[in-house]
């Protein structure tokens, strides 16, 4: 079993920061057994092709534009949704995302199973730090990057109790 969650986004825009976030709260609050790997992808693109390829579970987190959405709900959209919904503009760094996905399919590295959590953004406005209701999802986000997991067979043991025994 290989998987891989995936922080992408820019923490000098914002709430584009939140998906880096809710992979730094997953690495800082949880061990992550050996076949779970937790990246923080930033805004690269096409660079990330050889750690996204060939993943039996890609979890990828990120800030999503969505006029239907009011700031700070949690999208999650699975499998097939996820490269579909690339032909609207749903993240500022989309290009990059979507054309690893179409370059893995190609290759035939894609991923057995996908998964994109995203956050819609209060603000792209050029600031480090997040709006207060998109910090406000940090927990929810890092939740359903869990639940994710464990539809994986994943289960996380937090760091305090990893240390504890």
Do not use: W, Y
């Not at 893995?104 to 792209?124: C, D, H, M, N």
């Amino acid at each position: 079993m290989s998987i891989l969650v995936l922080g992408v986004g820019n923490i000098l825009l914002t709430d584009e920061a939140i998906g880096v976030r809710v992979v730094e709260a997953l690495a800082q609050r949880f061990h992550l057994p050996e076949e779970v790997e937790a990246l923080d992808g930033g805004t690269a693109g096409m660079e990330l092709l050889d750690a996204m390829a060939n993943r039996d579970h890609l979890i990828i987190a990120d800030a999503i534009v969505s006029r239907k959405s009011e700031p700070g709900r949690i999208i999650i959209l699975r499998d097939d949704e996820v490269p579909t919904l690339f032909s609207n503009k749903i993240s500022p760094h989309q290009l990059g995302l979507a054309d690893v996905l179409s370059a893995l399919r190609f290759t035939g590295e894609f991923p057995a199973k996908l998964t994109l959590i995203g956050v819609t953004p209060a603000s792209l406005e050029p600031h480090i730090g997040m709006t207060p209701v998109v910090e406000a999802c940090l927990d929810s986000a890092l939740a359903a990057v869990i639940d994710a997991l464990a539809e994986s067979g994943v289960v996380l043991t937090p760091r305090e109790a990893a240390h504890a025994q």
